[in-house]
Every structure is written in structure tokens, then in C-alpha cells.
């Protein structure tokens, strides 16, 4: 949602000292960059090596039809349906539900089976168990490590530490300014590209007849508008020129600005879930 005028939501915190940092790592494991640039990590599933989507604005962690299929993994329906994205109905469930990323089993958590087509991947990795660790995802190093919750940094000079907020399906929410206004945005890796509803659209100041706005796809139901945005600014960082494209109404829930797997490029993000801060190295 947009930070409202005169009112400033994000906190740029002080260097956590060296003797107040203890993080326990639990698991490191090598990512893969999809051609679109996305990435994916090694899992276990009931003893099976998968590798899932990292997917930072799923809404819940899940494996695709076909593969449990092909596993013989038997599936059972539940209680509690999810709508996933595109209004897909997510009621499947994994019977064994044994979990593991790398060597580390995580706690049990529902995995939803679903027919959503996943180009090279056989599932996604979503908030839903991300937010019981810290998340460190290295896209310079091509790794993601899982701490412990409780996890802080020492931070060298040009290193950004936000407050973030968390909300209850484990998205995370923090601060931006792009071209001087203010406005929150959900950290989305299953995302390929950063993009704001035409409602955001209009409060950082662009609209329909705003020089520079240009249809770029349009399916019938939804259009995709490029903007020359000038530069956006996460805490102390400046990103110029952000390749952020505007959504026609419906496209987005809520109507929200998604920063995509695109703005974290050659970049250590760090998404320390417990502590509500968002750590990132600069590129």
C-alpha cells in the first residue's frame, strides 16, 4: 500500500555489533538461476530429490500433479482450501508431508498439490515454512542458507537494513521510494519482473496519459504497460532506470507494488522473518 503522506514507515537500524550476533545455520544449499532468472533449490520430498521454485510471495509451499503422480505420492483432500495465483483452487494435500531442503528437515508443514503449469520445476518453496528461519539468498554466490530465527548481521558501510512488516501468510512488506514517493512493496522471487497496479501507478504519479507509458502485452483481460521510472531507492540504495511494469486493475491483489526476482540482482538479501528486518548487500 502507499506510505501515507508526511508519514515515514521504514527504519534504517544501527550496525548490530559483533558480539550480539550468533546466527545458527541450519542448511546451505546451491541455487539454480532459471533462464527467466528465477531460482530454484534442492529439496526432499518423502525421499524424493526435487527442486522447488524459490517463492518468497507464494501462498503455500507445493509440489505439481504430475510429479506426485509419477512418485506414486499418495494425496489426500483438506479442510483448509487455498486460492492460489490466478484464482487456482489449491484443496490437495501430500499425505506424508516429510520435508527436507538440503540436509535439514524442516517441520512438517501441508504440501498442496497443484496443476498450475511450472516450467523446470517440480514445485515451489513458499512462506509458509520460509518464515519459521531466517532466509539468506546470495544471487552473487548462488546459494541460500536457513538460520535459526533470531539472525542479525554486522553490517559494512554501504549494507541497507530495513524494518519490515510480515503479514499473517508470511509475504513480506517493506519500504521504497521510486521518483521521491513512498509506497510499500511485497519481496516476490516467484515473480519474474517487479510491478505495480494502476492504482500504486497513479499515486507515484503516472497515468494513462502520462508521457512515456507504452502497451506492452495485452491477453484480452489483463495489459502490461512499461514507464521510464527514473530511479528507486531501498533505504540507503539506489537503484536507476528500475524496470517496473504497470498492471491494468484485477492484475494484482490489492493492487500492491511486487518487487521481482529483477530488482534483487547482484545483490545478498537476508529476510530475518522473526526479527521483522530485511538485510541487503549492494551490487
Same mark, same amino acid.
Given at each position: 500500500?502507499?506510505? +501515507?503522506a508526511g508519514l515515514v514507515?521504514?527504519?534504517?537500524?544501527?550496525? @548490530?555489533? +559483533?558480539?550480539?550476533?550468533?546466527?545458527?545455520?541450519? +542448511?546451505?544449499?546451491?541455487?539454480?538461476?532459471?533462464?527467466?532468472?528465477?531460482?530454484?533449490?534442492?529439496?526432499?520430498?518423502?525421499?524424493?530429490?526435487?527442486?522447488?521454485?524459490?517463492?518468497?510471495?507464494?501462498?503455500?509451499?507445493?509440489?505439481?500433479?504430475?510429479?506426485?503422480?509419477?512418485?506414486?505420492?499418495?494425496v489426500r483432500q483438506t479442510?483448509?482450501?487455498? =486460492?492460489?495465483?490466478?484464482? *487456482?483452487?489449491?484443496?490437495?494435500?501430500?499425505?506424508?508431508?516429510?520435508?527436507?531442503?538440503?540436509?535439514?528437515?524442516? @517441520?512438517?508443514?501441508?504440501?498442496?498439490?497443484? *496443476?498450475?503449469?511450472? !516450467?523446470?520445476?517440480?514445485? %515451489?518453496?513458499?512462506? $509458509? #515454512?520460509?518464515?519459521?528461519?531466517?532466509?539468506?539468498?546470495?544471487?552473487?554466490?548462488?546459494?541460500?542458507?536457513?538460520?535459526?530465527?533470531?539472525?542479525?548481521?554486522?553490517?559494512? !558501510?554501504?549494507?541497507?537494513?530495513? /524494518?519490515? #512488516?510480515?503479514?499473517?501468510?508470511?509475504?513480506?512488506?517493506?519500504?521504497?521510494?521510486?521518483?521521491?514517493?513512498?509506497?510499500?512493496?511485497?519481496? $516476490? =522471487?516467484?515473480?519474474?519482473? *517487479?510491478?505495480?497496479?494502476?492504482?500504486? @501507478? +497513479?499515486?507515484?504519479?503516472?497515468?494513462?496519459? *502520462?508521457?512515456?507509458?507504452?502497451?506492452?502485452? $495485452?491477453?484480452?483481460?489483463?495489459?502490461?504497460?512499461?514507464?521510464p521510472f527514473g530511479a528507486?531507492? #531501498?533505504?540507503?540504495?539506489?537503484?536507476?532506470?528500475?524496470?517496473?511494469?504497470? /498492471?491494468?486493475?484485477?492484475?494484482?491483489?490489492?493492487?500492491?507494488?511486487?518487487?521481482?526476482?529483477?530488482?534483487?540482482?547482484?545483490?545478498?538479501? %537476508?529476510?530475518?522473518?522473526?526479527?521483522?528486518?530485511?538485510? #541487503?548487500?549492494?551490487?
Amino acid at each position: 500500500m502507499p506510505v +501515507a503522506a508526511g508519514l515515514v514507515f521504514y527504519l534504517a537500524l544501527a550496525p @548490530a555489533r +559483533a558480539q550480539d550476533c550468533a546466527p545458527q545455520q541450519l +542448511a546451505k544449499v546451491q541455487t539454480t538461476t532459471l533462464p527467466d532468472g528465477r531460482l530454484t533449490v534442492p529439496v526432499t520430498v518423502e525421499g524424493h530429490a526435487l527442486n522447488f521454485l524459490l517463492d518468497t510471495g507464494g501462498v503455500a509451499t507445493t509440489i505439481k500433479w504430475e510429479v506426485a503422480r509419477e512418485m506414486n505420492l499418495p494425496v489426500r483432500q483438506t479442510d483448509r482450501r487455498l =486460492t492460489g495465483v490466478g484464482g *487456482s483452487l489449491l484443496n490437495f494435500t501430500l499425505a506424508g508431508e516429510n520435508f527436507s531442503v538440503g540436509d535439514f528437515k524442516a @517441520a512438517n508443514k501441508p504440501i498442496y498439490v497443484e *496443476s498450475r503449469p511450472l !516450467p523446470d520445476v517440480d514445485g %515451489t518453496l513458499a512462506p $509458509d #515454512i520460509l518464515r519459521d528461519y531466517d532466509v539468506e539468498i546470495d544471487m552473487v554466490a548462488g546459494t541460500m542458507t536457513l538460520f535459526a530465527p533470531g539472525y542479525c548481521a554486522v553490517q559494512e !558501510p554501504r549494507d541497507t537494513v530495513l /524494518a519490515i #512488516i510480515v503479514d499473517p501468510g508470511g509475504h513480506v512488506h517493506l519500504p521504497v521510494k521510486i521518483d521521491g514517493a513512498g509506497a510499500f512493496a511485497v519481496l $516476490d =522471487t516467484g515473480s519474474v519482473i *517487479s510491478v505495480a497496479g494502476m492504482r500504486t @501507478a +497513479a499515486y507515484l504519479g503516472v497515468r494513462s496519459n *502520462s508521457p512515456g507509458l507504452e502497451l506492452r502485452h $495485452d491477453n484480452g483481460t489483463y495489459q502490461l504497460y512499461s514507464y521510464p521510472f527514473g530511479a528507486m531507492e #531501498i533505504g540507503g540504495m539506489t537503484v536507476n532506470n528500475p524496470n517496473i511494469a504497470i /498492471a491494468s486493475n484485477g492484475f494484482l491483489p490489492g493492487e500492491e507494488l511486487v518487487l521481482g526476482i529483477d530488482a534483487l540482482r547482484l545483490m545478498r538479501v %537476508t529476510i530475518a522473518y522473526a526479527s521483522k528486518r530485511l538485510y #541487503i548487500k549492494p551490487p
